[in-house]
C-alpha cells in the first residue's frame, strides 16, 4: 500500500509570472506533499504571494507548469477552488454580519446543505475558540480572532488543501501562538498546508519543509533542520555593544574567529563550531561587548548566510 504521503498534491516546475518588466516568480519548482505543513519564507516582495495566487487559481501562470490536486489551474480552476480553502492576507470577512452568519453565507457558496453547514459552522467555532462569540459582530473582536474566524471560514468546504497568505501578520505574539496551535490541530487531522510568511520563528516552529525564495527564485530549500544543519553553524555568538564604533572594531577584531563573522545595526554574530576558541577571542577584545549570548542557529542565521541580509531589513 502506497504512503499518503507520498501524494503530490501541488506541483509546479519551471513556474512563472511577470508584471510587466518585473519576474515576480523566476521559473521556481515546487512539490507539495499530502499532509505536510509547506512554506515559503522570504522578505516582502520576494514572490511568495504571487506564486499562491497562481496556486489558489487567483492568478494565470505566464509560464511553466502546475498542477494542484491533480488538475491544471488554467481549466480546472472552478473545480480546484471547490476543494481547496484560502486565507487571504487581509481579513475579507463581512464585519457588518455576525460570526455566525460569517460562516453560514460563507457555506452556501458551495451548495453545502442549511443542515449540514450549521453542523459545520458549530464544529468550526468550537475549533477557533468562538463560540461565545457566535452572535457578535465581526467589527469590534480583535485581530486575532479576526484570524481565528477568517481560518474557521475556509475550513467550511472541509478542503484537500489550505493555503495561508502571512497568517499572523500584525498579530500580537499571544494571537500568534494561538493560532499556531489551531494550524498544529489542523496539521494532526491530516490538513495540508501551504503557508507564506516573513517570521522566521513561525517558519522554524510550523512547516515540515520550506523554500527561501529571493527576487522570485527559491535559493533554498528543505526542512529547517536541514536547512540550519546544510549553510549555519553549530552555535551562534552573539555580541552586543553600547557604541557603534566598538560593534565595528569588535567586528574587524574577531575576523577568524568563526566561520562567519557579521556585523548588524546593534550587534555582531559569530558563526562558530567551536565556542570555546571564540569565546576566547570576544574575551581579548579591547573593548568588551555590554551582552554576550551563545545560542543554537536559526532559520535567521541560515536567511543572512544565503542572502547576506536579515528579514527585517
Not at 486575532?144 to 488543501?161: C, D, F, H, Q, Y
Amino acid at each position: 500500500m502506497s504512503d499518503p504521503s507520498s501524494e503530490v498534491l501541488v506541483a509546479a516546475r519551471g513556474l512563472t509570472k511577470s508584471f510587466g518588466g518585473l519576474h515576480a516568480v523566476d521559473g521556481i519548482d515546487v512539490e507539495v506533499h499530502r499532509g505536510e505543513i509547506f512554506g515559503f519564507l522570504g522578505a516582502n516582495g520576494a514572490g511568495k504571494s504571487s506564486t499562491m495566487r497562481m496556486i489558489g487559481c487567483v492568478s494565470e501562470r505566464d509560464g511553466g507548469e502546475l498542477t494542484v490536486l491533480g488538475l491544471d489551474p488554467s481549466t480546472d480552476g472552478v473545480e480546484i477552488r471547490g476543494r481547496i480553502g484560502v486565507v487571504p492576507q487581509e481579513d475579507n470577512l463581512d464585519t457588518e454580519l455576525t460570526v455566525w452568519d460569517n460562516l453560514l453565507i460563507y457555506g452556501r457558496y458551495f451548495d453545502i446543505p442549511r443542515d449540514e453547514v450549521r453542523r459545520r459552522a458549530d464544529e468550526l467555532l468550537e475549533f477557533a475558540q468562538l463560540t461565545e462569540r457566535r452572535h457578535d459582530k465581526v467589527d469590534p473582536l480583535s485581530g486575532g480572532m479576526k484570524r481565528r474566524l477568517t481560518i474557521a471560514r475556509s475550513l467550511v468546504n472541509r478542503p484537500e488543501l489550505l493555503l495561508l497568505d502571512e497568517p499572523t501578520t500584525g498579530l500580537d505574539p499571544q494571537a500568534r501562538h494561538l493560532l499556531w496551535e489551531r494550524l498544529y490541530q489542523l496539521k494532526r487531522q491530516g490538513v495540508t498546508q501551504v503557508l507564506t510568511t516573513h517570521y522566521l520563528d513561525e517558519a522554524e516552529q510550523l512547516c515540515d519543509r520550506l523554500v527561501i525564495m529571493e527576487r522570485g527564485r527559491i535559493v533554498a530549500t528543505g526542512s529547517p533542520r536541514e536547512l540550519i544543519d546544510t549553510y549555519a553553524t553549530r552555535e551562534v555568538v552573539e555580541l552586543r555593544f553600547s557604541v557603534t564604533d566598538h560593534r565595528d572594531v569588535a567586528a574587524a577584531d574577531l575576523d577568524g574567529a568563526g566561520a562567519r563573522v557579521e556585523a548588524l545595526a546593534e550587534r555582531v554574530l559569530v558563526y562558530t563550531d567551536d565556542t570555546d576558541s571564540t569565546m576566547l577571542r570576544v574575551d581579548a577584545l579591547g573593548q568588551p561587548p555590554a551582552s554576550v549570548l551563545v545560542r543554537r542557529s536559526t532559520l535567521e542565521d541560515v536567511y543572512l548566510m544565503i542572502t547576506g541580509r536579515t528579514l527585517d531589513e
